[in-house]
């Protein structure tokens, strides 16, 4: 199985602030990386797709990158709503794996 | 407007059955390739099973393989889960979402608001 370790674990930040949550598949995933938003009792929410494709209705602070097996998400100008838990997956093979997770808050 | 309708989670014993419901509207439900995914109490989120537009073709956790079964009747637009010799590991909040596209190994593009499965004695 593909292994993606995700890190922070969690981090705290201000509103208006950037911040990036990584994600490092254990071997080469071709881009296939998904990034969703999970806010408590909620269920997730597909945020950006192809590792840099942004979903349909997403604002576009939210945008993804990779360098290699290292894929990020950055979210800029935070705004209250974006507390939440952050999630990356690799859709390149069964099974689908996801990262542990990034709670963010906001201060 | 996407809606996936989840039901059929339950108290349930170590070794019985259950067997989940995801009723879908807003979309041409035949066109996509479908997915169960799994999130226990304050855990991370694990993939269970997907299957194809038609059915034709389903993928499985090895964790699950042999003890559950993804299905679905494309004319009810409805999704399936048939769990069988539950687990308590198998404790969780059961999922049904929806390929990005018409592929099956796409992103989840839209997510139910899940059920919850506790297998306790």
């Known amino acids: 199985d593909i292994q993606m370790t995700q890190s922070p674990a969690s981090l705290s930040a201000s509103l208006g602030e950037t911040v990036t949550i990584e994600c490092l598949a254990s071997e080469d995933i071709y881009s296939n990386l998904a990034w969703y938003q999970q806010k408590p009792g909620k269920s997730p929410q597909l945020l950006i797709y192809d590792a840099s494709s942004l979903q349909d209705g997403v604002p576009s602070r939210f945008s993804g990158s990779e360098s290699g097996t290292q894929y990020s998400l950055e979210i800029n100008s935070l705004q209250s709503e974006d507390a939440a838990t952050y999630f990356c997956?690799?859709?390149?093979?069964?099974?689908?794996?996801f990262g542990a997770g990034t709670k963010l808050e906001l201060k | 407007e996407v809606q996936l309708v989840e039901s059929g989670g339950g108290l349930v014993q170590p070794g019985r059955s259950l067997k989940l419901s995801c009723a879908a509207s807003g979309f041409t439900f035949s066109n996509y390739g479908m997915h169960w995914i799994r999130q226990a109490p304050t855990k991370g989120l694990e993939w269970v099973a997907s299957?194809?537009?038609?059915?034709?073709?389903?993928y499985y956790r090895d964790s699950v393989k042999g003890r559950f079964t993804i299905s679905r009747d494309n004319a009810k637009s409805t999704l399936y889960l048939q769990m069988d010799s539950l687990r308590s590991e198998d404790t969780a909040t059961y999922y049904c979402?929806?390929?990005?596209?018409?592929?099956?190994?796409?992103?989840?593009?839209?997510w139910g608001q899940g059920t919850l499965v506790t297998v306790s004695s």
């Open positions: 997956q690799q859709h390149h093979d069964y099974p689908y794996t």
């Open positions: 299957i194809s537009p038609s059915g034709g073709s389903t």
């Open positions: 979402a929806t390929s990005i596209t018409m592929m099956v190994l796409t992103p989840f593009a839209y």
